[in-house]
């Protein structure tokens, strides 16, 4: 009885995951960011919060982050995922360091992946299929597919990705489903 209330008591004092991205409607200096690149490379009727949303979970809205395989910035980018950006969208022109163009690259990568997943598909799971795509890589994405219609699940469903994923990336395809998890669940406190 003890031990039950001492963990109670405990998850009390722990802070709900949705009061903890709460924090990020106050940080607004990137906002200008997310707000024109989304609208230049989705339009202007895409809600902007998704990406935002996205740089929480890719960097926690820090600008210096850095992985410990090379991505940098808000939105954690590759250097040879930026250098294959300036090439595709000369626009793009500064440093992947410069929060302006790290989040400029991050979304129109996701523009991108975006079109790659056109095929007939709920808006959410286009939006996931985008997402998982930027976290583990469209190729592991399209083989996940490829297991799933063989197992027959439906392959333009998100769900049937998370069942195959793991056979693919293994222990990170938790990574990549708790990513867009995380996404999703920030972008509705997002304001």
Not at 14 to 32: G, H, L, S, T, W
Not at 85 to 111: C, E, L, M, T
Not at 115 to 126: H, L, N, P, S, V
């Amino acid at each position: 009885m003890v031990v039950l209330r001492v963990l109670l008591f405990v998850l009390l004092l722990i802070p709900c995951r949705v009061e903890a991205f709460e924090q990020y409607n106050k940080v607004k200096k990137f906002d200008i960011y997310f707000k024109k690149y989304s609208k230049r490379f989705f339009g202007p009727g895409f809600d902007w919060r998704y990406f935002k949303a996205q740089s929480i979970a890719e960097s926690g809205l820090k600008p210096e982050a850095e992985s410990r395989v090379g991505a940098v910035g808000l939105m954690q980018i590759m250097p040879r995922t930026y250098d294959e950006i300036v090439q595709k969208h000369p626009y793009i022109k500064g440093s992947r360091d410069d929060p302006r163009w790290n989040v400029a690259a991050g979304i129109f990568y996701d523009r991108l992946l975006w079109k790659a997943w056109k095929a007939e598909r709920a808006f959410t799971d286009r939006l996931n299929f985008m997402f998982g795509s930027f976290n583990a890589g469209r190729a592991n994405i399209v083989r996940a597919q490829k297991i799933a219609e063989r197992v027959g699940l439906d392959p333009v469903h998100w769900e049937s990705i998370e069942a195959t994923l793991p056979k693919i990336t293994g222990k990170r395809s938790r990574e990549t489903i708790n990513y867009i998890n995380k996404i999703h669940e920030v972008k509705e406190v997002l304001r």
